[in-house]
T-cell receptor, first 116, second 113 residues
Framework: AQTVTQSQPEMSVQEAETVTLSCTYD???????LFWYKQPPSRQMILVIRQEAYKQQNATENRFSVNFQKAAKSFSLKISDSQLGDTAMYFCAFIQSNTNAGKSTFGDGTTLTVKP | DTGVSQDPRHKITKRGQNVTFRCDPI?????LYWYRQTLGQGPEFLTY????????KSRLLSDRFSAERPKGSFSTLEIQRTEQGDSAMYLC???????????FGSGTRLTVV
């Protein structure tokens, strides 16, 4: 069974600074996809960024980028130039790609607070 | 398209009552998912539909839980004989393909008293 671990329950960062959220996962699969989702307080969860395991190049979406280390089974999220609107709970998620299964496995999240 | 809609947003029920939640996915998405989220934890998988077929369900989806997606459009999640442990946020999500990630609804918060 796949597991996803986010070892930092809470983090804080000053506005305009950079922060990195950690995620590790455990799987015996070789092909899969990884995601970071953002859940602002009392608002719905939205997709931030995705990474295909077969791609070595790290994904980037504007101020958000990932550091994907397949051998280490690590998938961290870097937020540059942090903004107050980045305050949210962030979830790392994993899904297999080589079956018809639809289940994603989520970590327990990291609560990020951006301070002015 | 207004995204994934869930109804109701909040539900308070007495223990032992039955409740039903509805989810309307993005119309172009053939995949629909139900997750449960408790405070301070990540979403926990309940079940997954591709079109009208229920392809996977968690063992958490006990005989008190049932989900349907008639005609591959909206979906309902029913909980019978609710227990206090069922109190949680129930999230619905849809996607056109698993590789693109999910679009989530705002969730239905269930409180069992």
């Amino acid at each position: 069974a796949q597991t996803v671990t986010q070892s930092q329950p809470e983090m804080s960062v000053q506005e305009a600074e950079t922060v990195t959220l950690s995620c590790t996962y455990d799987t015996s699969e070789n092909n899969y996809y990884l995601f970071w989702y953002k859940q602002p307080p009392s608002r719905q969860m939205i997709l931030v960024i995705r990474q295909e395991a077969y791609k070595q190049q790290n994904a980037t979406e504007n101020r958000f980028s990932v550091n994907f280390q397949k051998a280490a089974k690590s998938f961290s999220l870097k937020i540059s130039d942090s903004q107050l609107g980045d305050t949210a709970m962030y979830f790392c998620a994993f899904i297999q790609s080589n079956t018809n299964a639809g289940k994603s496995t989520f970590g327990d999240g990291t609560t990020l607070t951006v301070k002015p | 398209d207004t995204g994934v809609s869930q109804d109701p947003r909040h539900k308070i029920t007495k223990r032992g009552q039955n409740v039903t939640f509805r989810c309307d996915p993005i119309s172009e998405h053939n995949r629909l998912y139900w997750y449960r989220q408790t405070l301070g934890q990540g979403p926990e998988f309940l079940t997954y539909f591709q079109n009208e077929a229920q392809l996977e369900k968690s063992r958490l989806l006990s005989d008190r839980f049932s989900a349907e997606r008639p005609k591959g459009s909206f979906s309902t999640l029913e909980i019978q004989r609710t227990e206090q442990g069922d109190s949680a946020m129930y999230l619905c999500a849809s996607s056109s393909s698993r590789i693109y990630g999910y679009t989530f609804g705002s969730g239905t918060r269930l409180t069992v008293v």
